[in-house]
């Protein structure tokens, strides 16, 4: 059996990716936008390791690393942020936390 | 035949010097200010009377010249800042400094108690400073910076008193109405330059005659518009119709600034300038002949509204309007060194008569109205003698001094080198109405009963020696100055026109119009008094509109003061609020209208942000997959 | 890898992150989230890069996820009324990311499918991965170091009651 195409990889890093995206704002609970941020983070994940495959290079798999850790000091954060915020307002509602506003 | 020195720059510098003196120093050494503000006319004087000696004694058409520095370069533009005396200029500079020295002298006791004293020297000192470097100026250029500056200085003394508003609108009316003839006179300079490259009076004389003769502008010769517009700047300084209409007005400044600046010196600026450039006017007939009209018609015109008027100094502001008028006809039929002769007279009888009349109000306290004096010769003896003799003078009676000078100009209306003869009959017609109404002021104020309130006839007394003393001088200057060999003097500069004098029968009838003037104003105010009333009554409607000038005051403010005034609210209450504030406060009202319909998109959910962020970057990935 | 495998894979990955996106629970969200990193690390072992797969197990599946589920539990989130923004909201973003995905599988897809490369042994493991990380990448690796520092110390000061 032959090797699976880069390029399939890249596209179902691409679905993913929109998914992750389309949580991200079509959801009104806090946590799960956050988790599909997460999503959108892994997505990315899977470009940057097929496309370090493909060009035989490891530099791919360190910008990985790099976006894993990232992406853990984020979400700890965040979800602190989520927890004052909870703490405050008593709702995890998108909707009811939309203060940025004119 | 012309000399180089370098003292001729001192003539300017010692009025110069005593403004910088009055203005910085002045206010604290009222002492002091009593010396320096004449002393140094008279040290002016003495120089100018140096120079007249030296050119005197040069062959005729001498001059002396003394060159201060070059003041312009520009291309082929080249404007020297030069001073030059020749006879003409010579006559001129001795009047100024001379008859400036008298009313220096004079306003030290007339301005004796007024606080502005150290003021009002540095104002005349700078007024003569200007008036010499008008004077003396070889270069038009020149020539305008002392046009400039005697209106300016004549704003500045017209508006002495500027705490009484009417003296500050007298001053901005004066100014205004020069700064058109002024515009006129710029005109004729520019045509100047761009026909013949230069404003050298010399040159222009004697190089560039040619062109100004046979180039074209406007289907006219260049001269001829060149003279025109020269002209309207002379009307301007000179009081001529149109624009004398400031001169009148202009009596609200003490009385020794209307003896000096507008009797003596400075309204004969006009008449000194178009003399000095004669050469342009010689060439340039149909200019000279609107001169000449122009001349009569104010002669006249000024000398009616003159019969009509109450006011001391009105009658003899329009009676100086006149005169001018009779220089300006004098300039216009082509006898310009009698023009210039009747300046020089008419700077001894007119300086008389103001300063007389200053005495005159000096001792009623104030009082200017005619109506309300009367017998004061009695109390005013030397100020009635001498006021008597500049009378007579201006009426032309001879042997007095202006009946030559007038005499001269008629004469060239009949017979000079432009001659116009109906003009010289209207030159008769104002002569016997300046007779009349000179008469008539004298008598008004110094014969009869006294109409004074108890108040004033207590108070009144002749004026002090520092008063006194410039009348009497320049009441010898009116009985004798006829004698002066003036046009002589000027013809050495002008040129000589070949003519025999005036025929006996001329000088006969001159003098029996003057004598009638005056016979008829005696008549009429001292012995049978009610009849100037019955008079008015009679023409009714005429009277009152001479009273009323003509109303050419009135006529101006509609047409031209009134539409300006329109229009300056306009801009400033319409057009300016509304489109120009319009525009930039517009521009922040669209920017903050289009900003509160833009700012609807902070919607304050992240999630609408982050939206935002995903359509740009959908953009910025079709972008980049395109290629 | 096999690309009946990866297909396999590829299908049930879609279906976790779905999951994640769509069910209304918080809690399954997250199982949904652990499956999705759980097949991607198997991608990632297909894709010889078994350094990173382990530490997407223990970084993500075990930490981050678990750190999810804390908070979700801490806050006693309820299952939610209004699951998603109105419909206006779904049809742009839904478009929109659509849109997105389109475009990139569009871009990738007329490329020419690139074949194995020959990669040498130990590629993507530790020993590669540590060597590229100490020398071309120690700047970065420092100051992820002293992000991590921050974000704990954030973490702590705005999750603290305030007393």
Redesign the interface.
Request: proline share 4%; net charge neutral.
């Given at each position: 059996?032959?090797?699976?195409?880069?390029?399939?990889?890249?596209?179902?890093s691409?679905?993913?990716?929109?998914?992750?995206?389309?949580?991200v704002?079509?959801?009104?609970?806090l946590?799960?936008i956050?988790?599909?941020i997460?999503?959108c983070l892994?997505a990315v994940?899977?470009t940057f390791?097929?496309l370090?495959?493909?060009?035989?290079s490891?530099?791919g798999?360190?910008i990985?690393?790099?976006v894993?850790?990232?992406?853990?000091?984020?979400?700890?954060?965040g979800?602190?942020?989520?927890?004052?915020l909870?703490?405050t307002r008593e709702t995890?509602?998108?909707?009811e936390v939309a203060t940025l506003r004119w | 035949m012309v000399t180089d020195v370098s003292w001729l720059r001192w003539i300017v510098i010692f009025p110069a010097l005593g403004t910088l003196f009055h203005v910085f120093v002045g206010g604290r050494a009222k002492g002091a200010v009593k010396l320096v503000g004449p002393g140094v006319l008279l040290a002016a004087f003495a120089v100018a009377v140096a120079a007249a000696m030296r050119v005197h004694g040069m062959e005729e058409g001498g001059a002396l010249r003394d060159a201060l520095y070059t003041w312009i370069v520009a291309g082929p533009l080249r404007v020297e800042a030069a001073f030059r005396v020749d006879a003409l200029s010579m006559v001129m500079t001795l009047i100024v400094t001379g008859i400036g020295f008298l009313i220096h002298v004079y306003s030290v006791g007339y301005m004796h108690d007024d606080p502005g004293f150290a003021r009002f020297f540095a104002y005349l000192n700078l007024f003569i400073t200007a008036m010499l470097i008008l004077v003396l100026a070889d270069n038009l250029l020149l020539l305008f910076v002392g046009w400039e500056g005697v209106g300016l200085c004549s704003y500045l003394l017209i508006g002495f008193w500027y705490q009484d508003e009417k003296n500050a609108i007298a001053g901005k009316k004066a100014f205004l109405v020069n700064r058109v003839g002024d515009a006129g006179f710029l005109l004729g300079l520019f045509c100047l330059v761009a026909y013949t490259g230069t404003l050298e009076i010399q040159a222009i004389e004697h190089q560039h005659l040619d062109t100004l003769r046979t180039a074209m502008l406007g289907g006219w010769p260049v001269a001829v518009v060149i003279g025109l517009l020269l002209f309207v700047g002379a009307t301007g300084k000179s009081a001529q119709i149109p624009l004398y209409v400031w001169l009148p007005d202009a009596m609200a400044g003490p009385t020794p600034v209307s003896a000096l600046i507008h009797a003596a010196t400075m309204v004969t600026a006009g008449v000194y300038m178009m003399t000095r450039l004669h050469f342009v006017y010689e060439v340039a007939p149909a200019a000279l002949a609107v001169v000449a009209w122009v001349g009569a018609a104010t002669a006249l015109g000024a000398a009616i509204i003159g019969v009509a008027q109450t006011d001391i100094k009105k009658v003899l502001a329009y009676s100086t309007v006149s005169q001018l008028g009779y220089m300006v006809l004098g300039i216009g039929v082509g006898v310009a060194p009698a023009a210039i002769f009747h300046v020089v007279t008419h700077a001894f009888f007119k300086g008389l008569l103001f300063l007389g009349a200053g005495s005159v109000i000096h001792a009623m306290g104030g009082e200017q109205d005619m109506r309300k004096m009367g017998g004061l010769h009695a109390h005013l003896p030397t100020t009635f003698a001498t006021m008597l003799i500049g009378t007579l003078a201006i009426a032309g009676v001879p042997p007095l001094a202006g009946f030559f000078s007038k005499d001269e100009i008629v004469w060239g209306a009949f017979a000079g080198p432009h001659a116009q003869p109906i003009l010289g009959i209207v030159a008769y017609a104002a002569a016997f109405l300046t007779a009349f109404y000179m008469g008539r002021m004298l008598f008004m104020t110094f014969f009869g009963t006294c109409r004074a309130s108890h108040e004033v006839q207590h108070h009144l007394h002749e004026s002090p020696s520092s008063m006194t003393t410039p009348l009497i001088v320049l009441a010898i200057l009116s009985v004798f100055g006829g004698f002066l060999p003036i046009p002589h003097l000027v013809e050495t500069v002008v040129g000589h026109h070949a003519e025999e004098g005036a025929p006996y029968s001329m000088l006969l009838l001159a003098t029996g119009i003057a004598v009638g003037g005056l016979v008829l104003a005696w008549v009429l105010y001292v012995r049978q008094p009610e009849l100037p009333g019955l008079f008015a009554e009679d023409f009714g409607q005429f009277y009152q509109l001479v009273f009323d000038k003509f109303r050419v005051d009135e006529l101006y403010d509609a047409v031209i003061v009134g539409p300006l005034f329109a229009l300056a609210d306009f801009i400033a209450f319409r057009f300016d609020p509304g489109v120009v504030d319009g525009a930039v406060n517009g521009t922040g009202f669209v920017v903050a209208e289009t900003s509160s319909i833009w700012r609807r998109a902070q919607t304050g959910n992240v999630?609408?942000y982050a939206?935002s962020f995903?359509?740009g970057?959908?953009a910025l990935?079709?972008y980049?997959?395109r290629s | 890898?096999?690309?009946?495998a990866?297909l396999v894979l590829?299908a049930l990955?879609?279906a976790a992150?779905?999951t994640?996106?769509l069910h209304r629970n918080?809690v399954h969200?997250?199982l949904g989230?652990v499956s999705?990193?759980f097949l991607?690390s198997v991608?990632?072992v297909g894709?010889?890069?078994e350094?990173?797969a382990v530490?997407?197990i223990i970084?993500?599946a075990g930490?981050?996820v678990v750190?999810?589920l804390f908070?979700?539990m801490?806050?006693n989130?309820q299952i939610?009324v209004?699951?998603?923004?109105g419909p206006v909201?779904?049809g742009?973003?839904?478009s929109?990311?659509?849109?997105?995905?389109a475009?990139?599988?569009?871009?990738?897809?007329g490329?020419p499918?690139?074949?194995?490369?020959?990669?040498p042994a130990g590629?993507?493991s530790a020993t590669?991965?540590g060597?590229?990380?100490f020398t071309?990448?120690l700047v970065?690796f420092e100051l992820?170091s002293l992000?991590?520092l921050?974000?704990?110390i954030?973490?702590?000061?705005?999750?603290k009651?305030k007393a």
């Amino acid at each position: 059996m032959g090797a699976t195409p880069t390029s399939w990889y890249l596209v179902l890093s691409a679905i993913l990716f929109a998914i992750g995206a389309a949580g991200v704002l079509v959801r009104r609970n806090l946590i799960v936008i956050f988790m599909a941020i997460e999503l959108c983070l892994n997505a990315v994940n899977l470009t940057f390791v097929a496309l370090a495959r493909s060009l035989g290079s490891v530099d791919g798999q360190v910008i990985v690393f790099f976006v894993m850790t990232v992406a853990a000091a984020e979400a700890a954060v965040g979800l602190a942020i989520i927890i004052a915020l909870v703490r405050t307002r008593e709702t995890t509602n998108a909707d009811e936390v939309a203060t940025l506003r004119w | 035949m012309v000399t180089d020195v370098s003292w001729l720059r001192w003539i300017v510098i010692f009025p110069a010097l005593g403004t910088l003196f009055h203005v910085f120093v002045g206010g604290r050494a009222k002492g002091a200010v009593k010396l320096v503000g004449p002393g140094v006319l008279l040290a002016a004087f003495a120089v100018a009377v140096a120079a007249a000696m030296r050119v005197h004694g040069m062959e005729e058409g001498g001059a002396l010249r003394d060159a201060l520095y070059t003041w312009i370069v520009a291309g082929p533009l080249r404007v020297e800042a030069a001073f030059r005396v020749d006879a003409l200029s010579m006559v001129m500079t001795l009047i100024v400094t001379g008859i400036g020295f008298l009313i220096h002298v004079y306003s030290v006791g007339y301005m004796h108690d007024d606080p502005g004293f150290a003021r009002f020297f540095a104002y005349l000192n700078l007024f003569i400073t200007a008036m010499l470097i008008l004077v003396l100026a070889d270069n038009l250029l020149l020539l305008f910076v002392g046009w400039e500056g005697v209106g300016l200085c004549s704003y500045l003394l017209i508006g002495f008193w500027y705490q009484d508003e009417k003296n500050a609108i007298a001053g901005k009316k004066a100014f205004l109405v020069n700064r058109v003839g002024d515009a006129g006179f710029l005109l004729g300079l520019f045509c100047l330059v761009a026909y013949t490259g230069t404003l050298e009076i010399q040159a222009i004389e004697h190089q560039h005659l040619d062109t100004l003769r046979t180039a074209m502008l406007g289907g006219w010769p260049v001269a001829v518009v060149i003279g025109l517009l020269l002209f309207v700047g002379a009307t301007g300084k000179s009081a001529q119709i149109p624009l004398y209409v400031w001169l009148p007005d202009a009596m609200a400044g003490p009385t020794p600034v209307s003896a000096l600046i507008h009797a003596a010196t400075m309204v004969t600026a006009g008449v000194y300038m178009m003399t000095r450039l004669h050469f342009v006017y010689e060439v340039a007939p149909a200019a000279l002949a609107v001169v000449a009209w122009v001349g009569a018609a104010t002669a006249l015109g000024a000398a009616i509204i003159g019969v009509a008027q109450t006011d001391i100094k009105k009658v003899l502001a329009y009676s100086t309007v006149s005169q001018l008028g009779y220089m300006v006809l004098g300039i216009g039929v082509g006898v310009a060194p009698a023009a210039i002769f009747h300046v020089v007279t008419h700077a001894f009888f007119k300086g008389l008569l103001f300063l007389g009349a200053g005495s005159v109000i000096h001792a009623m306290g104030g009082e200017q109205d005619m109506r309300k004096m009367g017998g004061l010769h009695a109390h005013l003896p030397t100020t009635f003698a001498t006021m008597l003799i500049g009378t007579l003078a201006i009426a032309g009676v001879p042997p007095l001094a202006g009946f030559f000078s007038k005499d001269e100009i008629v004469w060239g209306a009949f017979a000079g080198p432009h001659a116009q003869p109906i003009l010289g009959i209207v030159a008769y017609a104002a002569a016997f109405l300046t007779a009349f109404y000179m008469g008539r002021m004298l008598f008004m104020t110094f014969f009869g009963t006294c109409r004074a309130s108890h108040e004033v006839q207590h108070h009144l007394h002749e004026s002090p020696s520092s008063m006194t003393t410039p009348l009497i001088v320049l009441a010898i200057l009116s009985v004798f100055g006829g004698f002066l060999p003036i046009p002589h003097l000027v013809e050495t500069v002008v040129g000589h026109h070949a003519e025999e004098g005036a025929p006996y029968s001329m000088l006969l009838l001159a003098t029996g119009i003057a004598v009638g003037g005056l016979v008829l104003a005696w008549v009429l105010y001292v012995r049978q008094p009610e009849l100037p009333g019955l008079f008015a009554e009679d023409f009714g409607q005429f009277y009152q509109l001479v009273f009323d000038k003509f109303r050419v005051d009135e006529l101006y403010d509609a047409v031209i003061v009134g539409p300006l005034f329109a229009l300056a609210d306009f801009i400033a209450f319409r057009f300016d609020p509304g489109v120009v504030d319009g525009a930039v406060n517009g521009t922040g009202f669209v920017v903050a209208e289009t900003s509160s319909i833009w700012r609807r998109a902070q919607t304050g959910n992240v999630q609408h942000y982050a939206l935002s962020f995903l359509l740009g970057a959908l953009a910025l990935v079709w972008y980049l997959a395109r290629s | 890898m096999n690309p009946v495998a990866f297909l396999v894979l590829a299908a049930l990955t879609i279906a976790a992150a779905l999951t994640v996106v769509l069910h209304r629970n918080p809690v399954h969200s997250a199982l949904g989230l652990v499956s999705t990193l759980f097949l991607l690390s198997v991608q990632f072992v297909g894709l010889d890069a078994e350094m990173v797969a382990v530490l997407q197990i223990i970084v993500y599946a075990g930490a981050v996820v678990v750190l999810f589920l804390f908070v979700i539990m801490l806050l006693n989130l309820q299952i939610e009324v209004r699951r998603t923004g109105g419909p206006v909201l779904v049809g742009v973003a839904g478009s929109a990311a659509v849109a997105l995905a389109a475009l990139i599988v569009r871009s990738v897809a007329g490329r020419p499918a690139t074949g194995a490369v020959e990669v040498p042994a130990g590629f993507g493991s530790a020993t590669a991965l540590g060597e590229r990380l100490f020398t071309a990448y120690l700047v970065p690796f420092e100051l992820t170091s002293l992000l991590l520092l921050v974000a704990v110390i954030g973490a702590v000061v705005l999750a603290k009651k305030k007393a």
